[in-house]
């Protein structure tokens, strides 16, 4: 318990003093995170325990975070006027990268599709807050952004199918599961489609009753994230949908999106992004020359085969040299899910404590360039967007 009691301060100075210190370094503050987890962890002081309390705030901190994934996601960004330059852009975010890492699987010892997955995943939490700063046209902000919620969304479908196969759950029964999931991912489409949220504003919130909005989204959470596992699937899948939920059945302005946000952030996601980190055993990938060079392949197609596939399709798509080589880098922004899909795979055993935390470098490394080097390419001169 001392030692428990001892972590926690640790921890929680970090949670206090490390926002701040991102802002002078213009850093990600989840980058920051992770290596002061890497610092406190297994690669360096090894000061966290095992204990069910973390084990608590790291799986808590996981399902929120997915959570806030989806409730970030705007249906209204994908519309039919730009859904051709949307799909093309999408499928190639997704694809190449996927074919790359069942090609590289062979080599690295890891199940093809499971590397597939990993390496086809972008971050929207990453593009949402330097959109505004960009040079471009409304519609091409529309078109990136909503390319990267395709493939947000088409990732965590794909992880989720991966992660059920691997696991020997794809039954007869597992593809009604989906069916389930399919129609759950259709019902915030169907309320934005049939303008429901002010029937739900008018009837249900028309009224403050003791921070009702909040209490009926933890509700919606657990519920989806508990029919979520009951068919198979993990339970932040459950958690993305309930944030799609969330963010079209609460009116924005009484969901209050900065108070679900910063409860997340200011304490739950910071933990989990540090436990993490303290997961990373650096010492093995630093020590042998095959980790090594496992580790520069793995960073080396994981980058290149997003910013060459994105690019080339926004090429085809009209779209300026200097734009697509800058769509290329923010889809090669990896965070959210990536760490998701590695924690959850080294938990069931799919991967080992190298291949973490090479996957954990590769998620850092992306984070911290891609977007910087994207919003660099885009603003460097005065462009006539």
């Known amino acids: 318990m001392d030692n428990l009691a001892l972590t926690l301060v640790v921890v929680f100075a970090g949670v206090v003093l490390l926002p701040p210190l991102a802002a002078r370094l213009r850093m990600p503050v989840i980058v920051l995170e992770l290596l002061f987890g890497i610092a406190i962890g297994r690669s360096s002081f090894n000061i966290i325990p095992d204990s069910p309390i973390i084990d608590f705030f790291s799986a808590f901190g996981l399902t929120y975070l997915m959570f806030l994934a989806g ?7 994908i519309n039919r006027a730009i859904m051709k330059k949307v ?3 999408a499928l190639a ?3 190449v990268p996927f074919i790359c890492g069942v090609a590289l699987s062979y080599w690295v010892k890891m199940n093809p599709f499971l590397l597939g997955t990993i390496l086809s995943t972008t971050s929207l939490g990453l593009v949402l807050p330097i959109l505004k700063d960009l040079r471009l046209t409304r519609r091409q902000s529309q078109i990136l952004l909503a390319s990267v919620i395709v493939v947000d969304i088409a990732s965590m479908f794909l992880l989720a199918f991966v992660l059920a196969a691997l696991q020997g759950t794809l039954e007869v029964r597992f593809i009604y599961s989906v069916l389930a999931i399919f129609v759950l991912f259709l019902v915030p489409w169907f309320i934005k489609k049939q303008k429901l949220r002010r029937k739900f504003t008018t009837k249900l919130w028309k009224k403050q009753y003791g921070e009702m909005e909040m ?9 989806l994230g508990a029919i979520s596992f009951r068919l198979g699937f993990h339970s932040i899948i459950g958690a993305f949908i309930a944030g799609l939920l969330v963010s079209e059945i609460l009116p924005r302005a009484v969901l209050q999106q900065e108070k679900l946000q910063s409860f997340g952030y200011s304490f739950f996601i910071p933990l989990f992004f540090i436990f993490i980190g303290a997961e990373v055993n650096l010492r093995p990938v630093f020590s042998s020359l095959n980790n090594l060079a496992i580790l520069f392949a793995i960073i080396a197609i994981g980058i290149l085969a997003k910013v060459l596939s994105v690019t080339i399709a926004c090429r085809f798509s009209g779209f300026k040299m200097r734009q697509s080589l800058a769509f290329g ?3 090669t922004a990896r965070l959210s899910l990536i760490i998701a899909a ?11 404590d190298n291949l973490f935390a090479i996957f954990i470098i590769l998620a ?3 984070a911290s360039l891609a977007p910087s080097l994207g919003k660099y390419v885009l603003t460097r001169n005065d462009q006539n967007p």
């Not at 409730?71 to 960004?77: A, C, F, G, N, Y």
């Not at 209490?215 to 519920?223: K, N, Q, V, Y």
């Open 71 to 77: 409730m970030e996601i705007d249906m209204s960004k």
């Open 364 to 366: 850092v490394v992306s």
């Open 87 to 89: 799909l093309a852009i």
């Open 329 to 331: 880098l923010f889809h």
């Open 215 to 223: 209490r009926a989204a933890f509700a919606i959470i657990f519920l």
């Open 93 to 95: 975010s997704i694809a």
């Open 342 to 352: 590695v924690g959850i795979s080294l938990e069931l055993k799919l991967i080992d």
